[in-house]
């Protein structure tokens, strides 16, 4: 057993809002190790990092480092102490240079003035010790998601972290980009770096990781060598039962086509976004998209929720061509849609549940009398849908922004599902929900599909992606680069392939898969 | 026992008290008999009934103005333009109440319906360029208040002026223009029948319609709103005429209900009063009338001061001012409820 | 026609441009510099006019200009500095906050002069004084460049050398970039130890003193006493000035002479048989005009990129 680094003790952490992130929680650090902590979305593991990050202080609760107790206010007290952390949301300046990025706050100075030429030497001393290249001159806001990675771990270890904490370093990764990243992280570890590992992917876990703290609501379940401890265990322990992501579905009878994609084509400022995008989806189908972030599936989702003109091709909802409707014109052709972010769009946070509940349906006949909204009948729907959905909150005039992620997925979900929709449009649909909110959620899918709608679904989590949909496409640069007709006989590697464009099926097959 | 929900009412009860104890520090300091200046201040506007009647008058363009803000607070919108529309319409209001001839029932519907419906166009501007361009509406409503202060002063200057009035005036209304007393001993007048009115409505137009509904969901998230299918720009449009239909037929009001003359010759005032009613509200119609009555009371009291002791009145806008500081302050006293929430979590856990 | 160009052909039109910029020039500095933190100073109204009475009153008091100045500066601090307390300290909503900073000057302006000269509008009875105009050697001596360039209030020549030294602040120093990115990611910012909070109250006081300078040119320099609300706006056309100016020193400053324009036009104009009132309004025209060509320039190229947005989020 190697010697103990840091130490946190009964740690409690409430915010502001009530929610209680950690409760009593311990976690301890040896030297030189690659520590993993896993847990559900939600149960805490974010919470107790930013704690050892300094970026909030812990309610209760001592940390100690090298058996010394230290208070971290800040940030700042963490990078003293050699305390470095990559954030899961890349905490960069886009504007600035990387060279300017990697000094921010511990700026070399020539008299008053900034030294720029040293900031660029300093970039490339680090880059070139760490095997992590990058160009100490380009504007951040130019690179690709890799290297904003390796900048941010750079930034760390310019400031002499010898604890680098990785929040999910993976999630926004290629499977290479990934192997890429563990040979540099084994490599730390050689140099006498400790890490510590983010992450809910058991198989990364399993591969490079030397011990695990498991984490589930809030509180610690448990710490384990890694190799006395199996996949199925871990799971167990994270969501208190085994995992099942295998739902019954019903055999393949689809209706006519709803949604029609043809040769759909965007470009900004110059550079593709869609290369001429055709797909169709059909009564009762699945249509699963899968593809690495910033591929074009956001603007393809802009084009069908008219939020974005595409400068070719056309897109037919049940017949219409949607391509000058607002998104209220669109709706009202029987189309809901899960946003991606239900901070920003999905929901309105410091309205009640009953008007978060409503919005998309209080404009019609139904619900209103001379303009006078039917209040009551709309609080009946809110209990009967926060029963259905089995939603944990006090009422329907509870604020929304009140519940946990899960929760506030459930109203959007049950919203977007009310309507009794012809074709719905769900774009990460269980990003940041627990375990239990998610599988409610797919299982509302399933049931959609059997009433016969038609569903886009686009996800980055492979597993949902695989499980549920019926026809599997892959984006890759703004094409089509692959499509499926079995996805569940595919694996996660063979995806990959296709999601970095290493593969690609010719243009014939993908049309023919797709019906389009 | 005192819990987390009650916080924001504890809160505004602190404000108040906080800055009526400011109120009293800074009287100590510049009264040569603090004590009894204070007496004056607090007791005063109570201590008969004209002197209750001036509350009561002076918290009827108040609640006008409140109100208007309420709206706009409501939709996350910050216009200040309710200040330079209540001046406007008022002089549209006197011009009509000088030149028109109609019966006294009449009269005064016109009047302020012409100043209401003046006001509503007026707003409808800075709404519209928020509405398609996204111009800040806060800089253009500004601008606006200066730029009708300055066409106010002409008109009132080369098309209304009486040459024989003491001051810079307007000529005297027609008797039938005036809205009438309602209660004996005051000069509380029919308008505050108007703005219980307009506040009511105001309640069941927020709360209860369709419209209300849309103007809420694109002030608590716009891109939610749009997503949802609401027309925001169409929304803060309605939002900015409804808003400047109020302002306007308040200052209409309150030019009728109080005066014989437009005699107005520095912007009123009570848009940028109405910003502190709304905070005080947090927006809710309702809760307007409360907070403009208070507001009044103290500024009565100012005014009291002002007549009977050593210390001036505008001693009050820097109270106004630590207010409005306070109030809208998210953290104020935050650190008390954490700890009570702390315990709540503690007993649940 | 004839008149018009009669009026603005001339050097001392010229002249006057400067002159009248001059408080939007510093104010709208100061707006830049908060701005470019990521804080709106609404503010910025409130504390050009508590400088401006308080420069009246330290150099009526002492009976130096320079210490008027200073206290001027101070007095400018001081109110940023409060408004910095209750946004970053206490959370209170920045708009909001600095509506109440700018009804607290207006009415505590009033409230001062009152209790120490029994006068509500002016500040007649105090015999305060006015910072010096500087002749430029040389360029004095220029023809039609030296009457417009040369003679000016010495704070006219300082507000041009504040435009550079910001200029150099952001771009070229430490504070600088920390600044900026503090303004474009905070978080980022935090994450590696830049003091957010001091960063932004360091942004808001650098703008408050911006702005207290333009203060104390009003009331001593471009006046020489204090009058009532003799900001009269400046502090908002500012405001309207900087995000004209795309939020960079070179676009603001532009901007500020274009303002400054305007009214030195509505001045100029008063000249010809136009009522006062009305021309009185033309820098306000001018503002929103300003405002509006700059949204709908913005609205068209937030609409190339999502053409049927009807709006882009502020």
Request: proline letters at 3%; hydrophobic letters at 45%; aromatic letters at 8%.
């Amino acid at each position: 057993m190697r010697e103990t680094l840091l130490e946190m003790c009964n740690i409690t952490k409430v915010y502001s809002n009530g929610v209680v992130a950690n409760q009593k929680v311990n976690f301890s650090l040896a030297e030189g190790e690659i520590h993993a902590v896993a847990g559900e979305n939600g149960a805490g593991k974010s919470t107790l990092m930013k704690m050892m990050f300094g970026m909030e202080e812990p309610s209760e609760g001592e940390i100690y480092l090298r058996g010394s107790r230290i208070r971290l206010q800040s940030p700042m007290d963490a990078i003293r102490l050699g305390i470095g952390m990559v954030h899961q949301h890349f905490m960069l300046v886009p504007s600035f240079t990387v060279a300017e990025n990697m000094v921010l706050g511990m700026e070399p100075k020539k008299g008053v003035f900034l030294n720029q030429a040293e900031a660029a030497r300093l970039t490339r001393e680090f880059s070139f010790r760490y095997n992590l290249q990058v160009d100490p001159e380009e504007k951040v806001e130019n690179l690709s998601v890799g290297m904003k990675q390796k900048v941010e771990i750079l930034k760390a270890l310019v400031r002499g972290a010898r604890i680098l904490i990785l929040d999910e370093p993976t999630a926004v990764l290629t499977p290479q980009e990934t192997e890429e990243l563990f040979g540099q992280l084994k490599l730390m570890r050689e140099n006498g770096h400790t890490i510590v590992f983010i992450s809910h992917k058991l198989k990364e876990v399993k591969a490079i990781c030397d011990r695990i703290t498991i984490m589930r609501n809030g509180r610690t379940e448990g710490v384990f060598d890694i190799r006395e401890v199996t996949e199925q265990e871990i799971s167990r322990l994270m969501v208190g039962r085994d995992v099942v992501l295998k739902y019954a579905k019903s055999g393949r009878e689809y209706g006519e086509s709803v949604l029609q994609v043809r040769d759909l084509g965007y470009s900004k400022e110059g550079k593709k976004v869609l290369g001429g995008i055709n797909l169709s989806i059909r009564e009762g189908e699945i249509l699963g998209i899968a593809g690495v972030e910033g591929n074009g599936q956001a603007q393809l989702v802009e084009a069908l929720t008219g939020r974005l003109e595409g400068d070719s091709g056309t897109v037919q909802v049940a017949g219409a061509n949607i391509s000058r409707f607002d998104i209220g014109e669109i709706r009202g052709l029987g189309v809901s849609y899960i946003p991606e972010d239900r901070m920003r769009q999905g929901t309105a946070k410091e309205a009640s549940i009953v008007d978060n509940l409503i919005s998309t349906v209080y404009n019609s006949k139904a619900w209103t009398r001379w303009g006078f909204q039917k209040r009551k009948k709309m609080a009946e729907l809110t209990e009967e849908k926060i029963r259905e959905f089995q939603i944990k909150a006090s009422g329907p005039a509870q604020e929304i922004g009140m519940l946990s992620g899960g929760n506030m997925q459930k109203v959007v979900v049950a919203r977007e599902s009310s309507t009794a929709p012809r074709l719905l449009i769900a774009e990460q649909p269980t990003r940041g929900v627990d375990v239990g909110a998610a599988q409610l959620i797919h299982r509302k899918l399933l049931e959609l599909k059997e009433e016969g709608c038609a569903i886009l679904l686009i996800s980055a989590d492979l597993n949902e992606i695989l499980e549920l949909s019926d026809t599997l496409a892959v984006m890759y640069e703004g094409d089509m680069a692959a499509c499926f007709e079995r996805p569940s006989e595919l694996t996660e590697e063979e995806l990959g392939l296709y999601m970095l464009g290493i593969k690609k099926q010719d243009e014939q097959s993908i049309r023919r898969a797709m019906h389009a | 026992m005192l819990k987390s929900k009650h916080f924001e009412l504890i809160r505004t009860a602190a404000v108040l008290l906080i800055s009526l104890l400011l109120t009293f520090i800074m009287i100590s300091f510049v009264s040569g008999s603090p004590l009894q200046t204070i007496g004056i201040f607090l007791y005063e506007p109570i201590s008969s009934v004209s002197h209750a009647g001036n509350v009561v008058e002076m918290a009827i363009p108040l609640m006008f103005t409140g109100l208007a803000l309420s709206l706009l607070f409501k939709m996350n919108m910050f216009n200040l333009g309710a200040e330079g529309i209540f001046y406007f319409s008022a002089l549209v209001a006197s011009a009509a109440a000088i030149h028109f001839s109609l019966n006294g029932f009449l009269h005064p519907i016109v009047a302020i319906l012409l100043g209401g419906i003046v006001g509503a166009l007026i707003s409808g501007i800075p709404g519209f360029l928020k509405a398609k361009w996204n111009a800040n509406e806060l800089v253009t409503s500004l601008m606006f208040n200066s730029i009708l202060y300055g066409v106010g002063q002409y008109i009132l200057n080369y098309k209304l002026r009486d040459a024989s009035a003491f001051q810079t005036a307007s000529f005297k209304f027609e008797p039938t223009a005036v809205l009438d007393r309602i209660i004996p001993g005051t000069r509380i007048h029919t308008g505050l029948i108007i703005v219980l009115v307009c506040i009511v409505a105001g309640h069941y137009f927020m709360y209860k319609t369709k419209w209300g509904y849309e103007l809420r969901m694109t002030g608590a998230n716009r891109e939610f709103a749009e997503y949802s299918g609401i027309k925001t720009g169409r929304v803060i449009l309605y939002v900015h005429l409804l808003a400047g239909l109020i302002a306007g037929i308040g200052g209409s009001v309150e030019v009728l209900g109080m005066y014989s003359r437009f005699q107005w010759n520095a912007l009123p005032g009570y848009g940028m009063d109405g910003a502190l009613v709304a905070m005080l509200a947090k927006n809710n119609p309702l809760a307007v009338i409360g907070s403009a009555l208070f507001l009044a009371y103290i500024r009565v009291g100012a005014d009291m001061m002002s007549r009977y002791s050593d210390v001036p009145s505008e001693l009050i806008s820097i109270i106004q001012a630590v207010i409005l500081l306070l109030v809208s302050a998210d953290q104020f006293l935050k650190f008390w409820k954490n700890r009570m929430l702390l315990k709540e979590a503690k007993m649940n856990a | 026609m004839h008149d018009f160009l009669a009026v603005i052909l001339t050097t001392d039109f010229a002249f006057s441009v400067l002159r009248v910029t001059t408080p939007i020039l510093f104010a709208a500095l100061g707006a830049l510099i908060s701005n470019r933190a990521g804080i709106v100073n609404i503010g910025l109204e409130g504390i050009m006019l508590t400088s401006a009475l308080l420069g009246v009153l330290v150099s009526a008091y002492t009976g130096s200009a320079w210490l008027g100045l200073l206290g001027a500066a101070l007095g400018g601090l001081l109110i940023a500095g409060l408004l910095a307390f209750f946004t970053l300290q206490f959370k209170t909503h920045l708009i909001l906050g600095g509506i109440a900073i700018n009804a607290f000057a207006s009415g505590g302006t009033i409230f001062v002069l009152y209790m120490l000269t029994g006068d509500k509008g002016t500040s007649s009875s105090l015999a305060s004084k006015v910072l010096p105009s500087v002749e430029i050697p040389l360029i004095e001596d220029i023809p039609v460049v030296g009457p417009i360039l040369s003679g000016h209030h010495v704070l006219t020549y300082l507000s041009i050398v504040a435009a550079v030294a910001v200029f150099v602040l952001l771009k070229k120093t430490p504070l600088g970039l920390q600044i900026r990115a503090v303004g474009e990611n905070l978080h980022a910012a935090e994450s590696v130890g830049v003091k957010v909070k001091r960063i932004q109250y360091t942004a808001l006081l650098l703008s408050g003193l911006f702005a207290s300078l333009g203060g104390a040119y009003m009331s001593m320099g471009y006046l020489s006493l204090f009058t009532r609300n003799m900001t009269a706006g400046r502090g908002w056309i500012a405001l309207a000035a900087e995000s004209m100016g795309r939020s960079t020193t070179i676009g603001t400053t532009i901007t500020s002479f274009l303002f400054g324009f305007a009214e030195a036009l509505s001045n100029a104009l008063q000249l010809l048989k136009i009522p006062a009132e009305l021309i009185s309004t033309v820098p306000y025209v001018a503002t929103i005009l300003g405002l509006v060509f700059y949204s709908v320039s913005m609205t068209r190229k937030a609409n190339k990129l999502l053409k049927k947005q009807k709006g882009p989020q502020a």
